[in-house]
Structure formats: C-alpha cells, structure tokens
C-alpha cells in the first residue's frame, strides 16, 4: 500500500510549501563547514548522524525561536524533572482547533524533540499571509523534551535514585509513559514528568494529542521485505470513548499519509492496553490521541527520520486547522499494514525492553 485516502491534492501541495519553508530550518545545530571542506564534512556529519540539543542548548534553542519569532512562540516552563531540570512548553498560534505533541518521554528516544523544534521554526516564525493564516486556525503547544534528566543520562527512566517503581527501574527511576493513568491526580502522581504533562494537558485542553517516541528496527516481511520507519498507534484500552477513538484513527491515517509522502515507510505498532500509557489515556479522557514510533535507524538516516517527523507535525497542524480530518474514514486506519519482526542482528538496549514505546 502505498496511500490511503484522505490524500488530496491540496495537502500534497501544501507539503510542498512546506518542504520549501524547511530548508532554512533544515539544520538546526550544525557549524557552518569551511567551504573547501564542505562535502567532506557534510559527508561526516551524515554518517555522525544528527548532533542532538544538550539541555542548555535546548533551552536557548527555543528562546531563539521565541525572540525570532517576535513573540508569536511562547516558552515557558510547566514543570520541573524530578532533578529540577526545566519542562518547555511551547505554544504557537490564536485558532480555535487545539493540538498538543510531546517528546521524548523516554530519554534515549531523542529524535522528535529534533524534529519539533524544526516544525516550532515553521510555524512560528514566518509571518507570510499562508502561516498568518494558518495561525488563525490553530494553538500547537509542544512539549519538547518531556524527560531531561533521561536524556542526560540517555537512557528511558527519569532519574529518581529513591524509586522502586512497578514501571521503571530501582535505583534509576520511573517510565514516565506508564504514570497517565486518567484517574491518578496530578499531586499524587509519583512521576513528576507525567504530572507536568497531565497539567499542561488539563490548562491548554487540546482536542489532539501526539506522542513521539522511537523504536527498534523491523521490517515488514517477505515478499515486502522493506524496513519500516515509522510506526505508529491510536488508543486501544476498551474504556476509550467510541468517538475519540474515531477522531484518534482519523489523525493516525492523516499522519500515516503524511509520513508516507514524505518518504517514509510506515506501520502498526503493536501497543498494549495500559491506561497508565499517555496514548490511552489521553484517548480515555476523550481526546483525539496518536503514538508515533521513530524507527533508531543507522546515523546516516537520522536526519531522515527527523525531516519525516517534523513533515509529520507541521502537516497535522495544517491538516487540523483546515478541517481536513473530518472527511477521513476512521476505517481506513485498520487497514495500515501490522509491523513486521525484527531485523536479526539489530537489537540494541533499547528493543532489550520488549515492552512498548
Ligand atoms: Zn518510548
């Protein structure tokens, strides 16, 4: 399969817009190579991969975009990690359809936190007729980097040396995404990261939820045989209201189109039915919710799958504020092919987990 419908001609046009506003976004954190050694070092960094934001660089980062953007991104910080590392909450936008992206809640799942702040520079900082208008039509808040101290760390946990966690690790610390359970209050919540979360959520009331997170390496199996990219999941706990769960397959078939457009190969997760998962639970509290999983490919793809990612985001927005999920068949999710095994030899720490996103 190559597409599903709901892609039309409007929205490959705007993808192409879009793709033309990326390139003077599309390198965010890289030195400018000398110009005689530009191809070597542009083939180095390739193969380096994507250099990744330290959390101070983060933190400026995003008060670059917000000076840039001349007030038009705000930051500001919803929360502190259990080590008292700030929690950024980027918002854009005056329009009434609202759409909250998280990443990066396990801290060694670093890629989408690369790709929002491309789409925070797409959205926010031009002030063209096209992205005024789409501004008018929408509020994005992202909250990027949602587990600084993992990510210090790079590994899946927050830190919290006192935890002796039913999810997570003693001595480590929580997985912050099995602490969304709907009912748990924010102040008695034990994961200070999953609070911040549930509080933005609670304050800026978005009616779409999407959640970035990275996975192993699968492939679809043979005759297909082509590695998947990019999978993704709705809401599966049984208690998630029929029609949130319609509006959640609808943004995942938009966002399976959008990724596919861009390249990308795309598949089921095969996610469980935990309330405590930010993609249940946001869908029981009646939210349109969406998973999407990053592939951890080679370095040399990095920058791939942080360009799919962000055409992801900037796309959905787009899609959402023009009121083009309405017309999607919630059906048409069913049909997105299941993900394949995984590719022999590629298990790493991370897939070590055997246990969701
Ligand atoms: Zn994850």
Redesign the pocket.
């Known amino acids: 399969m190559t597409s599903l419908p709901g892609r039309t001609a409007r929205s490959l046009a705007a993808t192409a817009a879009l793709a033309l506003l990326t390139g003077a976004f599309a390198v965010p954190a890289q030195a400018a190579p000398a110009a005689s050694n530009a191809v070597a070092a542009r083939t180095a960094a390739a193969q380096a991969g994507v250099r990744l934001h330290s959390n101070a660089e983060l933190a400026r980062a995003l008060q670059r975009i917000a000076r840039s953007s001349d007030g038009r991104v705000r930051v500001r910080s919803v929360g502190t990690s259990n080590e008292g590392r700030p929690l950024w909450f980027a918002t854009l936008g005056t329009g009434p359809k609202r759409l909250m992206y998280v990443t990066?809640?396990?801290g060694?799942?670093p890629l989408g936190t690369e790709s929002a702040l491309q789409a925070l520079a797409t959205l926010g900082v031009s002030n063209g007729k096209e992205a005024r208008r789409l501004r008018s039509k929408i509020t994005l808040g992202i909250l990027v980097r949602a587990n600084p101290d993992g990510h210090e760390r790079q590994w899946?946990y927050n830190y919290d040396p006192d935890a002796d966690p039913e999810y997570g690790e003693p001595g480590k610390g929580y997985d912050i995404?099995r602490y969304h359970n709907p009912g748990m209050a924010p102040a008695d919540n034990p994961v200070p990261e999953a609070a911040a979360i549930r509080r933005a959520h609670d304050r800026f009331r978005p009616s779409i939820m999407v959640?970035y997170?990275?996975?192993g390496r699968y492939a679809f199996p043979p005759p297909d045989g082509r590695e998947i990219t990019t999978s993704i999941l709705w809401p599966t706990n049984v208690t998630v209201p029929a029609a949130a769960l319609a509006s959640s397959k609808q943004v995942g078939v938009r966002v399976y189109n959008a990724f596919t457009r861009a390249g990308a190969v795309v598949s089921q997760y095969p996610g469980g039915d935990y309330e405590g998962i930010a993609r249940n639970a946001y869908g029981i509290l009646g939210g349109a919710s969406l998973l999407v999983?990053l592939s951890n490919l080679p370095p040399e793809r990095q920058r791939f799958q942080v360009w799919t990612a962000y055409v992801s985001m900037v796309d959905l927005a787009h899609a959402a504020g023009y009121g083009l999920l309405d017309g999607i068949d919630p059906a048409d999710a069913d049909e997105i092919p299941l993900r394949g095994p995984e590719i022999p030899g590629t298990a790493d720490a991370?897939s070590a987990h055997a246990h969701?996103?």
């Open positions: 990066q809640q396990h060694d799942e899946r995404n959640d997170h990275m996975q999983e991370r969701e996103s």
